[in-house]
């Protein structure tokens, strides 16, 4: 006898059963309809990706899954991360051939092996949406918009995007003169919320823990006062563009350019019907990602805090600079498909979702009878009615109503000998327990009122 | 300066551009549905599984892709090659919290490492649907149904199903005692129609090469002329099982009991509306998986038939095992994805199928008229029209009107800005040039009017 082999899934990955699995259909189609209403087209590309794309040979913090054969393979291969640097590989390989703007939606689950927090995993899904090849702003109000329609779509009206720019982060660290540790800087006003004030200038100040240490930004008192002036209208101001303009004065041109991107993004936006009260400018807003050069969106649920953005992004004009010797503009923003799911639950917006797309179940109730049971189900299933004929070993009545009842089939046919002989089916809405008679020429149309009905 | 990246995908790998993805997604929607139509519901597992998993700790001829963080982990993991054993671990992991009998299909990428053919991938898509828990062959005909009515929605009607029956096979082996050399025997038939009965002949008749030599079959001259006898029934034969039970007489129990199952598998699809002539049994289809323990089915286009099986499988009711001492009945059939769209565009059967899903694009004519087309296009997509609004950065008249052309979206709403003042858009059909003024209060329904004709 050989051992046997645990039928474990490996560790931060997990299954989708049936009933959870069809209401993430549902929601995912919802949100598919909702990116291509905007012209957004699918596309997919593998998991596998090489390792050099993926890194741009450099080495990163991220945990990265390695993929290989074990033999001798003459590239190294990986499984990607996101879905953003395939893309970027995707426009550089095909870029003339790719219609301007190239506006993609794609679904997929990406790797990380960073150990796995509750309610993180190493292996999730993200559905992102992207336009490359278009500077304008247009299209950065377009990624808000089908963020805003996708939570209308979802039936979740309650949400606020942040926005902001990363030009204007670009402006402050200028007036500071962080330079090249712009990134740090961007890192640290991101955790204002959580930190507060008099944390966040401890940070600041912080001095290097020794000549390797590129981490502290060691700052004057007198470039603290500026981190601190820019804080305060982050945190205060109702017009904080007006004041963002006001405060950086003479000292940075490029400052000057983010807030113009945004107050175009919010002209635009509005046009596109977005309510002014839920686009939130917020300057303290920065995004992990190195990546980005222009606007950046965040979205919270307002009746959830808590579970933090659902929905980001931002533009980054230079990341297909990684594989082709020229910028190429681009913007988007991206799902975390898995968290989305979590607040949706929370927030009972699942519950109501049909946890399968069987519309009838014919039971099996007389085995002689089995010729014309196969046949009504093959009739129903011709006129569009999704139909499941019990094929289970167990066929005790008792055991296949249970089944149905389980599965949440909303009717049930049955048909007994004698009355199948007049040509006469029973059908039962479980919704409601109402049973009836109905005749065999009837059938079809009577469980489409049932469906329709409900 | 750092050194471009090749925006390469891994040999044996591809990308699925927009175009493509959008027909492959009508294609794999449809097949989708008559999935559900039968009842069977979704399931989601990871491509990353552990290798024991995948393997059973057995040493394996496939060659499995490994996945390592590439510091110490505990468990040794690997990228699935198919999505039956995952299927396998998923009932065995939670068995009894599963509905019985338990009907899933599953799309998803697969990746073997076997050096890619032309038209072959390292990583490919197949799309399976099984009945695990159930040993009654109303089961194995319900998949032939199923494959059955998939090509009847893809509308490719001219297709044969051939089915044979492992017990069978393992009666001819029986009769012919090659005990636990029965799996070779068995791939000798299966390339019957590509070798011929006197190479056939030489093959089961050949001695070992040397002692470890465990694949020769080393046939007497009396079991040699029982398989020729059994090839000739495969072959000639117009009632294969009624000749195949004469066959086998008193000597084997185990092919007759195969001959009632397909028996029986044959009554049933009748009654399921599958035509007569389009599932014929062939006793020499054997299938190369050695998992399979009763009915097999493979799957032909008549007009295309070099493309081979494009949707094969059979009953297994042994491959739980690995995992839970006890054997669970199961049955099902897989597509493959990637031969099924070859087999599609050689037989022309995606050209009619749109390139996008985009309805309408709006034409940036005007600048100053931003607003107005901002509006409208909201107001249509509201009325359920999908619809893009160019936010390109090359804004000329010709450019965007190529881009609409190019990316097959059908209509074009175009508004100048005298006309705009009168509340008139000129909406262009490009399918059929014709170009007309309508109101703004028209435009919605004659929009959803031009769609409805086309």
Redesign the interface.
């Known amino acids: 006898m ?10 931060g ?6 009933v959870e ?2 209401r ?2 549902q929601i995912l189609r919802t949100i598919e309809k909702v990116y ?4 957004f ?10 390792w ?2 993926l890194t ?2 450099e080495v990163t913090a991220m ?8 033999d001798k393979t003459d ?1 190294p ?1 990986a ?1 990607r991360f996101d879905l953003t640097v395939p893309l ?3 426009v ?3 870029g003339n051939t ?4 190239f ?2 939606y794609q679904l997929g ?1 990406v ?1 990380r ?1 960073e150990t796995s927090q509750k309610g993180r995993y190493n ?1 999730f899904y993200q559905f992102d949406i992207d ?1 490359v ?4 702003m ?2 950065d109000a ?1 990624v808000i ?1 089908v963020i805003w ?1 996708t939570f209308q779509a979802l039936k979740i009206p309650r949400v606020t995007i942040k926005i902001n720019d990363r030009k204007i982060l670009n402006g402050l660290a200028e007036m500071i003169g962080v330079g090249s540790k712009a990134n740090i800087l961007f890192q640290i006003l991101d955790r204002m919320d959580k930190l507060g004030m008099e944390e966040v200038t401890k940070i600041l100040q912080r001095p290097p823990d020794n000549r390797l240490d590129e981490t502290a930004l060691n700052l004057s008192d007198r470039a603290v006062e500026t981190v601190q002036e820019f804080l305060r209208i982050a945190a205060d101001s109702t017009l904080p563009l007006e004041e963002a303009a006001e405060f950086f004065g003479n000292s940075t041109q490029i400052g000057h350019a983010g807030i113009q991107e945004l107050q175009q993004v919010r002209g ?1 936006v509005q ?3 977005v309510p002014d009260d839920r686009v939130v400018v917020d300057l303290s807003v920065a995004r992990g990602l190195g990546y980005y050069t222009g606007p950046v969106f965040e979205t919270s649920l307002d009746d959830l805090p808590s579970i933090g953005s659902v929905f980001s992004g931002g533009r980054y004009d230079g990341l297909v600079g ?4 020229d910028s190429v ?1 681009a913007t988007g923003a991206s799902i975390g498909v898995d968290r989305l799911f979590a607040a949706l639950e929370e927030l009972n917006a699942l519950q109501q979702l049909a946890t ?3 519309q009838v ?1 014919i039971l099996v109730f007389d085995q002689s009878s ?2 014309k049971y ?2 009504v ?2 009739r129903l ?2 006129n569009g ?5 019990h ?4 066929t005790a009545f008792k055991a296949q109503l249970a ?1 149905a009842v ?2 949440g ?1 909303p009717l049930l046919v049955i048909g007994g000998p004698e009355e199948l002989e007049k040509g006469i089916w029973q059908v039962k809405d479980l919704r409601t327990r109402e049973q009836a008679p109905v005749t065999d020429t009837m059938l079809v149309a009577h469980l489409h009122d049932l469906l329709l009905n409900q």
């Open positions: 050989t051992l046997l082999i645990a039928p474990e899934v490996p560790g990955f997990r299954d989708y059963l049936p699995q069809t993430r259909t291509q209403s905007f012209g087209l699918p596309l997919d590309t593998p998991e596998v990706e090489r050099s794309v741009g040979n945990k990265i899954y390695k993929v290989s054969l074990g590239e291969l499984l970027a590989r995707v550089a390989a095909y790719l219609p301007r703007p506006k993609r689950r790797f092996g292996g336009t090849f278009s500077g304008s247009l299209t377009e918009a329609s635009y046009n596109m019907g990684r594989f082709a010797n503009p399968t797309a069987t179940f089995l010729p196969l046949q189900a093959n299933r011709e009615l999704a139909t499941e004929l094929c289970g070993d167990d089944y389980k599965q089939i």
